[in-house]
């Protein structure tokens, strides 16, 4: 963890600390996410993946610590600020537009990650370059077939596949998935796991996942929580035969 | 889209003939209304931009709307300026004012939103009335507010005064329609329908919902200048918080979130008004109680009830 490590970085936080009165959600978490690699974050209930995330994101104010992004400081940033500066995000719950259509919803993601000043002189038809790009993560998402569906009617999988391509729409260099396999049915689940491949490809992905498999299977690294803690960080096999994870952790499953 | 395209034509066509009715109707009491229903409209319609668009319930409307009409009346009759560039000046102090409500209103949320602008226009209802009386005439207000001077035309004679009163009911119509089509009016009704994901794709939420209010101000400050120009006279009555809920209701009445719900909310309310106040003088209470029965029997407004008859004659064509 020396300096040199941060400047490699992708994304990486030192010492951040969230706390809520006394209680400490992520308590003192240094860990640097080298570029083009997939990290899962695994741990218990309450142990503070998602609130770390958050952290990450902006969410969250930190009470202590710093979040760099290709080595800039963004701690003092807000949400929407990290996402323009390429910190992308999807969250536990789907997060889509429901009274919108798909392609709209799309296309205000597009316009988000394009305009500064959001145009008022014109219909929104009349800009091009969002319909272009949300076409093209349309396709991307394997979404064509709905694009003029009402999203609140879209299937579970296939709204988390909207969700993927909301987050995906400013091709940020780093995305923070929170459970992105949640609650999607077994016959979508292996479609699911290719879109977090194929997305993951010449980026760095951070993901919280609880099935074991798909994390073993896709992770390049995996990093185990427990208590607002890093317990373990290492490759799947590594963290598959460490003592402490198991005996905290994945012994409970096996 | 293309189902809803008939229907807002539909409900077009019903606020124009309310606009364009004293052509065939005579009578000076019916274009009185008509007048009142197209001041009243502006300010519906930009109320919904905060309201229906953007999902936001200002309580702090009557403070734009007042403001506006004193700062027409003051730049008029004690400054001697003309009625346009005193008009303008009254758009831009009620959004001025708007915004500066948002900065302090907007570091909450929800209810405590609503409240805060309440309490704020009720600080300067209170100002207009008692500290700044030497500016406002206090409780008295102040009359002799003009009309424009444009033209040659005598715009003191209210069926003159309707015309120009229609070119700004137009304009502002046109201006709030564009706004809402937008990607600025697409981003606010991104932030209306999920906050967390508007801010998470990179919407500045905040400086957005500023914005908004700020136009919304103008709207109000605009349309309260021409009520006072419409009846001569500005008092602190206008400042009060029942001018915010009367346009809250007029836009539930009409429909919130559409264009043209709040014209039909505001025609419903001031025929209404102006009806049952010659029947009893309790026609406030009695407007009340038609206000809670139409909220549960017409969820979506008078614009709602236009789309499901239409839905209904257009499933019939089909068969």
């Known amino acids: 963890m020396t300096a040199e490590a941060t400047v490699g970085a992708a994304l990486s936080c030192r010492d951040i600390e969230v706390s809520y009165g006394a209680f400490k959600a992520v308590a003192g978490v240094t860990y640097d996410f080298r570029p083009g690699r997939l990290y899962s974050l695994i741990g218990p209930n309450g142990a503070g993946k998602t609130t770390l995330m958050n952290a990450l994101s902006g969410g969250v104010p930190l009470s202590r610590g710093q979040v760099t992004l290709g080595g800039k400081d963004i701690t003092g940033l807000a949400p929407h600020a990290r996402t323009r500066a390429g910190l992308g995000r999807s969250f536990q719950i789907t997060q889509i537009f429901p009274g919108m259509t798909v392609f709209e919803n799309l296309r205000l993601a597009a316009q988000a990650h394009r305009y500064r000043l959001q145009p008022f002189w014109n219909a929104v038809g009349g800009f091009r370059e969002i319909a272009r790009e949300a076409e093209r993560v349309l396709a991307e998402v394997g979404l064509e077939q709905f694009a003029s569906v009402n999203a609140g009617n879209l299937s579970h999988g296939d709204q988390r596949a909207l969700d993927v391509g909301l987050t995906m729409l400013g091709d940020p260099g780093v995305v923070l998935l929170d459970e992105p396999l949640a609650g999607v049915g077994h016959g979508d689940a292996a479609k699911a796991v290719a879109l977090i491949r194929r997305l993951a490809e010449g980026r760095t992905v951070l993901l919280i996942e609880h099935n074991m498999d798909v994390v073993m299977d896709i992770s390049d690294e995996i990093i185990v929580m427990l208590a607002g803690k890093i317990l373990a960080a290492g490759p799947p096999e590594e963290i598959r035969h460490d003592q402490r994870v198991r005996n905290a952790y994945l012994g409970e499953d096996e | ?319």
């Open chain 2, 1 to 319: 889209m293309s189902k809803l395209q008939p229907y807002s034509v539909a409900l077009a066509l019903i606020v124009t003939a309310i606009a364009l009715s004293p052509l065939v109707l005579s009578g000076g009491n019916a274009l009185n209304l008509v007048n009142l229903i197209l001041i009243w409209s502006i300010f519906a319609i930009g109320y919904d931009l905060v309201f229906g668009v953007a999902g936001m319930l200002s309580f702090g409307h009557a403070a734009f709307f007042g403001v506006g009409a004193y700062v027409l009346t003051l730049l008029t009759t004690r400054l001697g300026w003309d009625f346009l560039p005193a008009l303008g000046a009254a758009g831009l102090a009620g959004g001025v004012l708007a915004l500066l409500f948002s900065f302090f209103a907007m570091r909450v949320a929800g209810l405590f939103f609503a409240l805060l602008t309440l309490a704020l226009a009720q600080l300067i209802y209170i100002l207009a009335g008692s500290k700044l009386r030497d500016l406002t005439g206090g409780v008295d207000g102040l009359s002799g507010v003009p009309r424009p001077d444009l033209f040659g035309i005598d715009f003191f004679s209210d069926a003159n005064y309707y015309y120009f009163l229609l070119a700004m009911f137009v304009l502002a119509i046109a201006i709030a329609g564009l706004l809402r089509v937008s990607p600025f009016g697409q981003a606010l009704k991104a932030i209306k329908g999920n906050e967390l994901r508007a801010e998470q794709i990179g919407f500045n939420v905040q400086r957005l919902r500023k914005s908004i209010f700020f136009v919304s101000g103008i709207y109000a400050g605009m349309s309260g200048a021409l009520l006072a120009s419409l009846i001569f006279y500005v008092s602190p009555q206008m400042l009060h918080w029942t001018t915010s809920g009367d346009v809250v209701i007029m836009v539930l009445l009409g429909g919130m979130g559409t264009l043209f719900g709040p014209v039909l909310g505001v025609a419903l309310f001031e025929v209404l008004r102006e009806w049952l106040s010659t029947v009893t003088s309790h026609w406030y209470g009695i407007l009340g109680l038609i206000f809670i029965v139409c909220t549960i029997f017409m969820p979506n407004g008078l614009a709602g009830i236009v789309q499901q008859i239409w839905q209904r004659f257009s499933r019939e064509d089909r068969r």
